[in-house]
């Protein structure tokens, strides 16, 4: 589909007119790489393109943007800011309890594994019953895996009719290797984890979860959500590898350190994927926690943007309570009490402040909508928030 800048005036595309009206904040979220344009092209073509199918009862993706606009704009927001083209493989758009929401698929995460720079390959593969397989940690850098029938050599690696059966998925892994050489850790996981994993998901039970997919045909039943094995590993590979937005931080930090931004950083320091110049390098204790995750190691300048936006939204300075509320409930953890019981954002952590900033500038000036969406938080996830 060809972007078009024209704001649609249809009555049942007022969603995407009101995605198109928010365009300059996309824009400041997306990475170079994206055009704005394509962007909301693409999510346009998504929301158009989920007809309602025969008996299907939920509401289809443009009838859950036009009864709750806000949880279309908070999700193309997440997606800008992790680099990806909403409505794809990349990142999945969907309904769950009447809103849009959306999902990082496993090529999205892989994505940002490559878009660092650091990476040179990613392996994610399942392993069955019947396959070979030997990882001894410390020993071995990599999994040794073959998958084939008799060693794995020649046609008869396909097996004797084409169909290798394998037998049923019993764990998978993940690993990659650095540009610089070397091997990142190797993510070992088994039929448990995985299962725990999909016992997490809220779709678990849906005819049109991945994790219900035929991946591999109706003859292989055995390899029903195999994508979703593939996703889960690959998440627990992230915090081991270098991803698009980090390792941008990390180049800015430094090119900051050395005295050397060039026109137009200042700008970029402030986008949702990049901390603010003062923001705190993230050290780490015996646990391995980064500063980021602390509470209290949110910047006086993070502060100052989230303050900006609030008034922007329409609350005051007599506002303390009301702004603090909202603050406790974006950043998901209530009271916002430091070590000595005081009440006040400054015990928020840099990642809490950066989602509150995200998530309040989404709202663009308008305070009811946010208190009415912050309310409905509440009554769908209660304590949970």
């Not at 007119?17 to 092209?41: C, H, I, N, T, Y």
């Not at 180049?251 to 950083?265: C, D, E, K, S, V």
């Not at 500063?291 to 939204?313: H, K, W, Y």
Request: charged share 25%.
């Amino acid at each position: 589909m060809t972007a078009t800048t024209e704001i649609p005036q249809a009555e049942d595309a007022a969603p995407v007119a009101a995605m198109w009206a928010r365009r300059d904040q996309f824009a400041a979220v997306l990475p170079k790489s994206l055009d704005v344009e394509a962007f909301l092209g693409t999510a346009a073509a998504a929301l158009y393109a989920d007809e309602k199918r025969p008996g299907q009862k939920t509401p289809t993706l443009m009838e859950a943007a036009a009864a709750h606009p806000v949880s279309l704009v908070v999700t193309l927001m997440k997606c800008a800011a992790l680099g990806h083209m909403p409505g794809t493989d990349e990142f999945y758009l969907h309904v769950r309890k009447g809103k849009v929401t959306g999902t990082e698929g496993y090529r999205g995460i892989v994505e940002r594994m490559y878009r660092s720079g650091a990476i040179r390959k990613v392996v994610v593969r399942e392993v069955c019953a019947r396959d070979r397989f030997r990882f001894i940690e410390g020993v071995d850098d990599r999994p040794v895996h073959i998958t084939g029938g008799d060693g794995g050599t020649g046609a008869a690696f396909f097996g004797a009719t084409g169909s290798r059966q394998r037998g049923a998925m019993v764990g998978v892994y993940a690993y990659a290797e650095f540009t610089a050489g070397g091997m990142s850790r190797v993510v070992l996981l088994d039929r448990d984890d995985v299962m725990a994993a999909r016992d997490a998901s809220d779709s678990k039970d849906s005819d049109f979860s991945p994790w219900n997919r035929l991946d591999a045909g109706p003859d292989h039943p055995e390899l029903t959500g195999r994508s979703m094995w593939w996703k889960t590993a690959a998440k627990r590979l992230e915090p081991w590898v270098p991803t698009s937005a980090e390792y941008r931080r990390e180049q800015l930090r430094a090119t900051a350190a050395a005295g050397a931004l060039p026109n137009g950083t200042r700008a970029a320091l402030d986008r949702a994927d990049i901390p603010p110049e003062d923001a705190p390098a993230p050290p780490q204790d015996d646990d391995g926690i980064p500063a980021e995750d602390r509470p209290g190691t949110v910047s006086t300048e993070l502060l100052t943007q989230i303050n900006i936006i609030l008034g922007r939204i329409g609350f005051t300075g007599a506002d303390r309570d009301a702004k603090l509320y909202a603050a406790e409930q974006l950043a998901g953890r209530a009271p916002l009490s430091g070590p000595h019981g005081q009440r006040t954002s400054k015990n928020l952590s840099w990642n809490e402040a950066v989602k509150v900033r995200d998530t309040l500038d989404a709202f663009d000036g308008d305070k009811d909508n946010l208190l009415a969406w912050i309310t409905e938080r509440q009554e769908v996830h209660g304590d949970d928030q």
